[in-house]
């Protein structure tokens, strides 16, 4: 009994210790730490009103060192201040152009959109257009072969070329010859020449036929005014060029349809790839030379510039590799009509002989140059007399 009353009174002495035990809360755990993100902590400068329209100079007082507001008029297009005057150089204080949308880009700023257009566009169509335009001829000729020796010869000569118009052609040649090579390897000798003979030689190779380009287009130029004005009365169409057309100038058989002097498709290269895209070349050309009083002196100018000069360049030089197929391999005999300035009568009667008839007819002159000269005098001989 003793016993049990001990046990009694020590659970009583102990209860209200575990009454207290239950009622104290839990001791609390330890704060971990919290990172924060520094441009959601509030307030700060940004709060504070205007911020978005600060000037740097006010936006240096609130932030030392942040720039933002003069890098994003750099990035508008905004011109800062240059001491340079502006007739010398109007865009000395501008960093990036504006923006703008040149055909076949975005809207980006300036310079961003004219390499869009030339990487994107001219190139990648550009080159397949030269190698279209290569295939065709390489799968005309391997089917068709050279054109002529239908009609034989009689040994009688008639003067097609003066010796001034010959001279006039072999230099706007010349200069056109240099000047599509040149610009082929500057627009895309990186991609098959760069690889082969690495980036130095490239570079050397590259600076050296800008150089040529640059002072050869000057001849160019000149050389083109004199061919365009020389034989521009006899490539102006008339009626026989239409038969001539709707035959495919014969083409496709075995004898060629009767022409004058230049038949319509030797017409359609005189306008289409040497008139048209030639003005357009040489007009660009001086642009982007600076030789033009008032344009080449921006950014803008030069890039549209490119873009034209580019294009009617690629498309000149498309149009012009038939020509001097048809010049040399195309048709027989054809390349010595300039090489001596004469044909035979059976080469003039087979492929012009709408040409030939008034020729022997006594309306052209089977020597129009003066009898006095070297290529007149070696071939004197033998011209046909009328």
Known sequence: MKRLMSHALALALCLPGLALAADTPAPAAPAAVKSANIFDVKPDASEAPGYATQ????????????????????????????????????????????????????????????????????????????LIAVLA???????????????????????????????????????FVALAVSGIVMAFGKFFILPVIGGTLFGWLTYALKNLHNFVGPLFAVSLVIVIAMFMKDNIANRADWVWLKRAGGMLGDHEVPSHRFNAGEKGMYWWGVVFPGVLVVASGLVLNKLVPGLGEVRGDMQVAHMVHSVAG????????????????GTKDAYKAMKTGYVDEGWAKEHHELWYDDVKAGKIPAQRSAPGSVASGAVAGQTASV
């Open 314 to 329: 690629i498309i000149m030089m498309s149009i012009l590799v038939g020509h001097i197929y048809m010049g040399t391999i």
């Open 137 to 175: 001829l390489a799968i005309f000729y391997k089917t068709k072969g050279p054109l002529g020796g239908h009609v034989p010869y009689n040994g009688k000569k008639i003067e097609r070329f003066t010796p001034f118009e010959r001279a006039a052609h072999w230099t706007n040649a010349g200069a």
């Open 55 to 130: 000037t740097n100079g006010e936006r240096s007082q609130v932030q030392p060192g942040n720039n933002a507001p003069m890098w994003r008029q750099v990035g508008a297009g905004v011109t800062g201040y240059s001491s340079l005057p502006v007739t010398q150089a109007p865009e000395a204080g501008n960093l990036i152009q504006p923006f703008v949308q040149y055909p076949g880009s975005r809207v980006t700023n300036a310079g961003e959109a004219w390499r869009q257009v030339r990487n994107h566009w001219i190139l990648p169509y550009g080159g397949s257009l030269l």
